[in-house]
């Protein structure tokens, strides 16, 4: 640390935050300097990053406006500030992130150490035996609308540090460059893809969601993942009063709850009757919870409510493998696995976690057939045949079970 700095950060400080940020990898911002730019000069630049954020003099460029689509066909925009950008911002939230994190509640789970959506399903499947009434619901674009005052005054109340509070103005209030090459302002929200976003909306929604039902309705349990959630209540009489008094709760934080998107829920199990105009599905963190089939530890089949991977996650999945292989053009089949392993191990470690029959049957099996098709496609001998190209495809498994991930997981072609 050197003197005469007006506020105390030190340079070891922007160094470990710059590792945290380089090891999340991302795309540049509106500079246009990727990492690999940025490494040729890290030291000089990180130096200067430091003397103008201890010095008083650092201000953010404005975010880069990126579209990209969303599952009901529109698109969602996400903000991504420069590596610079990013840095200081990791740099703030090193140092916010410890102080809030004590107060956060144990059924918040989205960005926080030691806790995943993993985390989250299983504590909902349990409770989901247990409870048989679920909210689910939907708030319209969190991240865009959060009150940047409240947002701020919330943020006094846990920290009083001066440079701090000064650079998460800062970066709440810098320009976003839209696609159309427009400067837009920002007077709420916080955008997706900022590195301080995360910390800065559980804090928002610690307030307004956590806290308040801890409070309110300490007899109705709920999972919280960022913005997907989910309530579980006794009666539909609960659920529906509870779903009255969020939606006041969030018009109070100057959010909304989407009425399409929201919804009560009863979690059947064996053969109880429905009650009349409420659904026995919905899906959480790209889980979906329904009435299905389970056997027991003692060998016994019954009717369960469980999660399982959901149409649409099966469906991206098998999209993006067709898209892999597609773009891939090649015809050697040990570099196609280097290509295909990374996307299906990520989705098997997470879709394989509960009920994995169901991942194999949407998924993973999918993944065996269209390699058959690739060697129908590219092998000579099994051109003409389908059947001929899974005998090959089986005997390449069998003298290379670790060539594909799902084979390394038992999963072999038929």
């Not at 640390?1 to 160094?15: C, D, P, R, T």
């Amino acid at each position: 640390m050197k003197e005469g700095k007006a506020f105390q950060i030190s340079q070891n400080e922007v160094l470990n935050a710059y590792k945290a940020v380089k090891a999340n990898k991302g795309a540049g911002g509106v500079d246009g300097i990727e990492f690999q730019e940025f490494d040729k000069d890290w030291k000089n630049r990180l130096y200067v990053l430091w003397n103008r954020m201890s010095s008083g003099s650092y201000y953010p460029k404005p975010i880069k406006g990126v579209e990209i689509p969303k599952k009901n066909g529109k698109k969602r925009l996400l903000g991504i500030p420069t590596i610079e950008d990013r840095v200081a911002q990791m740099v703030v939230r090193n140092r916010l992130e410890p102080m809030l994190e004590p107060m956060f509640h144990e059924d918040s789970y989205g960005y926080r150490p030691n806790k995943s959506a993993l985390d989250a399903i299983a504590t909902a499947r349990s409770r989901c035996f247990r409870m048989k009434w679920v909210i689910e619901f939907d708030i319209v674009g969190l991240f865009d609308n959060i009150n940047h005052e409240k947002l701020l005054e919330l943020i006094r109340k846990h920290c009083q540090e001066k440079w701090m509070l000064m650079y998460i103005d800062r970066c709440l209030k810098a320009p976003i460059l839209m696609p159309d090459k427009t400067l837009k302002e920002r007077n709420e929200g916080t955008p997706q893809g900022g590195v301080i976003s995360p910390v800065l909306a559980n804090l928002f929604m610690h307030y307004a969601f956590d806290g308040w039902m801890a409070g309110k309705f300490p007899n109705c349990p709920w999972e919280r993942y960022a913005d997907d959630r989910i309530i579980h209540c006794v009666s539909r009489k609960q659920a529906e009063f509870v779903l009255d008094m969020l939606k006041e709760q969030m018009k109070r934080y100057g959010l909304t709850i989407h009425p399409e998107k929201s919804k009560i829920v009863f979690c059947r199990r064996n053969n109880e009757l429905v009650p009349e105009g409420v659904e026995t599905s919905f899906v959480f963190l790209g889980y979906c919870f329904r009435p299905r089939l389970v056997k027991s530890t003692q060998g016994i089949y019954f009717m369960g409510f469980t999660p399982a991977v959901s149409a649409e996650a099966a469906r991206s999945f098998r999209e993006r493998i067709r898209t892999t292989i597609r773009k891939a053009g090649t015809t050697d089949i040990i570099k196609l696995s280097q290509m295909l392993n990374p996307v299906i191990r990520g989705w098997m470690n997470y879709f394989c976690k509960f009920t994995p029959s169901e991942a194999f049957q949407k998924g993973i099996n999918y993944v065996n057939q269209k390699l058959v098709r690739w060697i129908r496609k590219f092998k000579k001998k099994a051109r003409r045949s389908y059947r001929k190209a899974q005998t090959l495809l089986k005997r390449i498994a069998l003298s290379n079970p670790k060539m594909f991930y799902q084979w390394q997981a038992g999963y072999m072609p038929m």
